[in-house]
């Protein structure tokens, strides 16, 4: 690993290191790609989302692998979101980035991946007559999460082991489906709700329940996912809401109250 450190090292202007607290102690997160400011207000400059379809999502990650590979490289990524529905469960038709975190990467790691994403998405121009957007490849996720979350989250995904892509220099797991069903319990409260939110809460809860030979879930065990997972505020009516997507997709209760 220490020699992909000199070959990356003029890259790392486009990690960002991020110092925020987390309780206690403080955590550093590197974050990809780096913000742009702007130059006279020193704001960050918001870039509009483009939809990105599985087609185009899957070209850009055989680059992304192919040029980790290229270097001797072989990274593991677990995602959440879009991709997921996207690539995995084909739930969705796109999505406008791939989500990433992982507790395994190295800093010189994080550069690759990032010089990777921004190559990838360079070469789409050609291919699909557009990037993909500046974003498309982020781990802001790892803000959100504290050291020993971010760990844990890892190595349950790891455990869970579904691919939602894989090729030599790149695999890339689902979230743990429970923290992903909780992660989307806890944006249906927020502002940024999507519409597809709680379809996608129900897709989650299913994969969950099939792995672990269930047919429901208690609400008293959703709101223990939620504590366990750094979301305490989770609202039973947004699981309700959820559970009647579930029985329009799948004709049966999935949450018992």
Not at 43 to 58: A, G, K, M
Not at 65 to 86: F, I
Not at 129 to 148: D, I, V
Request: glycine share 6%.
């Amino acid at each position: 690993m220490g020699s992909c450190v000199s070959k990356i090292h003029d890259q790392e202007d486009d990690v960002r290191l991020h110092t925020i607290q987390i309780s206690s102690p403080t955590l550093a997160v590197r974050l990809t790609p780096k913000a742009e400011r702007d130059p006279q207000t020193g704001l960050p400059i918001v870039h509009p989302d483009r939809q990105i379809s599985r087609t185009e999502l899957l070209e850009a990650l055989y680059d992304v692998a192919a040029h980790m590979e290229a270097r001797g490289q072989s990274v593991t990524l677990v995602t959440v979101g879009g991709a997921v529905n996207t690539i995995l469960l084909e739930t969705r038709e796109s999505t406008h980035d791939v989500d990433f975190f992982s507790s395994r990467l190295s800093d010189s790691q994080i550069s690759l991946v990032s010089q990777a994403g921004r190559d990838a998405n360079a070469k789409c121009i050609s291919k699909f007559g557009e990037q993909l957007g500046r974003k498309w490849l982020n781990n802001e996720t790892t803000l959100y999460l504290g050291p020993s979350l971010l760990d844990r989250i890892t190595r349950l995904a790891e455990v869970q082991n579904e691919p939602v892509f894989t090729a030599p220099g790149l695999t890339i797991l689902a979230a743990p489906w429970n923290y992903a069903f909780i992660s989307k319990l806890n944006r249906m409260q927020q502002p940024e709700k999507k519409d597809y939110d709680p379809k996608d809460a129900a897709h989650y809860l299913r994969r969950y329940l099939q792995r672990e030979g269930r047919d429901t879930v208690k609400w008293t065990e959703v709101a223990q996912w939620g504590i366990d997972f750094g979301h305490e505020t989770i609202k039973e009516a947004d699981g309700a809401e959820v559970n009647e997507e579930y029985k329009r997709a799948y004709r049966v209760n999935a949450i018992d109250f």
